[in-house]
């Protein structure tokens, strides 16, 4: 009986501590269950708020260079910063209570910094009353930031500081008369007013991703295929000098007349330029293409797009690709006017052939843009026939073969042209930067920014931010 008695106290005893130790590490548990609750909230709500100030610091830094705003005053940047945290892009709901919003804008070393920044309250469920006898609020603020670079100074136009931008491979036919008077092995001593074809604006090759790779090559790179003698593109200058001058002054070696450029890519002086690497990113004008018109109902219906058709009573005009429109003919029948007010056109993906005819000038600029990817590519048939265009044709993922055929025949082009290759034919062609996609549609006058690798940054160092 006494070894009895002695087990069932022994077991009472064993249950007390198991009890004692239970109540002493249960308010432990309580509040690791709590913090793990509220950490875990936390985490979730500072992530969302982080995606959506990336999202609105992109896309008002994108805004802020289109419409030239500066640093002072950004409202069209920032209207559309608000419309990627809770408007009608939102990455928050709309119900949701943000503390704090601020968008700041500021330029450093030829960058413009666009910068977002939201604070919001988030409730602490199992450690509230804990943490505000800490605090004084049982609530925890969560920041998030997010800065946007944009490459270029504050007044170097639009989205393009480039006549013509290609990937793969670029070629120019008929760009000299009488090319056997410029052999490989020596010049010709009558070799005078053999220019025809001008290019008063840089010509570049790029990556595309907007990543900076000065060691990316082009496949091929044909400046005349009549010689392969010649090694340079002849500006304005350079075939005005050619008429009483022999080619020998722009071709020797050494040669110290080379093309000056502003910033925003207008010829300054000189008779030749090479293509040179230029860090570019082909999605960030798709990207505001796609957005401008993502909303219009002037949308094309018919394969065959004329200007004189009511399309053109509106800036902006999509064009679908569906079983009807399964190639596009964009035919200038009317001149448009004297303005340099742009008329956007954007083709979506999937287009077989799309072809440019001028049967007059454009008056207006016209920025064509050719959605595409690797997979998804165009061919584009660009003829001039004797006219001038103004504007765009963008569309850096045409066909790598056929790429953009341009045939300029006694023709002006001014604006910019950006294919992953380009092609271009005729004899006494023109060819000229202006940007038509800045402020106003103006060349650079409007004081945009250029949105060329427009990215996210996660240091401002030398900047300071309220």
Same mark, same amino acid.
């Given at each position: ?56 610091? #992109? ?324 003829? #001039? ?82």
């Amino acid at each position: 009986m006494q070894t009895y008695m002695k087990n069932i106290t022994k077991k009472w005893r064993q249950s007390g501590a198991i009890l004692a130790f239970t109540a002493l590490l249960l308010p432990m548990i309580i509040v690791g269950t709590g913090l793990a609750v509220d950490l875990g909230n936390i985490y979730v709500q500072y992530s969302r708020l982080q995606n959506a100030a990336d999202a609105a610091a #992109l896309a008002g830094a994108h805004e802020y260079a289109v419409q030239g705003e500066k640093v002072n005053s950004h409202p069209k940047a920032n209207k559309m910063a608000e419309k990627y945290v809770q408007g009608d892009y939102h990455n928050l709901d709309q119900s949701e209570s943000i503390a704090d919003k601020k968008f700041q804008a500021q330029t450093k070393d030829k960058k413009t910094y666009y910068r977002v920044k939201l604070t919001k309250e988030v409730p602490l469920y199992f450690l509230g009353s804990i943490y505000k006898k800490i605090s004084g609020k049982n609530t925890f603020t969560v920041p998030a930031s997010s800065v946007a670079a944009i490459q270029g100074q504050a007044e170097s136009g639009g989205f393009f500081e480039n006549m013509f931008v290609f990937k793969d491979k670029f070629d120019a036919v008929n760009s000299l008369e009488n090319p056997d008077k410029l052999s490989n092995n020596s010049y010709s001593t009558d070799s005078k007013n053999m220019l025809t074809t001008t290019f008063d604006g840089r010509i570049v090759y790029t990556k595309g991703d907007g990543v900076n790779n000065p060691s990316y090559k082009y496949d091929s790179l044909t400046y005349s295929t009549q010689t392969n003698k010649l090694d340079r593109f002849f500006t304005t200058a350079a075939q005005n000098h050619n008429k009483s001058n022999n080619i020998n002054t722009l071709m020797e070696s050494g040669a110290k007349e080379k093309a000056k450029f502003d910033s925003n890519g207008t010829l300054k002086s000189g008779y030749w330029s090479q293509a040179e690497y230029y860090n570019y990113n082909f999605q960030t004008f798709y990207d505001y293409m796609e957005q401008k018109t993502a909303n219009t109902s002037n949308k094309a219906t018919d394969q065959t797009v004329k200007t004189s058709s009511s399309l053109f009573k509106s800036d902006v005009i999509r064009v679908p690709h569906t079983g009807s429109i399964p190639n596009l003919t964009i035919e200038v029948d009317t001149n448009l006017g004297n303005s340099d007010k742009p008329v956007y056109i954007y083709v979506e993906a999937g287009m077989g052939v799309v072809n440019i005819n001028l049967n007059t000038d454009t008056g207006r600029p016209l920025i064509i843009c050719i959605a595409g990817s690797d997979s998804q590519r165009s061919q584009v048939h660009f003829n #001039l026939n004797g006219h001038t265009f103004k504007g765009v044709v963008y569309a850096p993922y045409c066909d790598k073969n056929e790429g953009v055929l341009v045939n300029a025949e006694n023709s002006t082009f001014m604006g910019t042209i950006v294919g992953s290759s380009i092609s271009l034919r005729g004899n006494r062609s023109s060819y000229k930067y202006k940007d038509y996609t800045g402020k106003g549609g103006g060349s650079s006058a409007g004081g945009a920014v250029s949105t060329d690798g427009i990215a996210l940054v996660g240091s401002t160092e030398g900047l300071s931010w309220d």
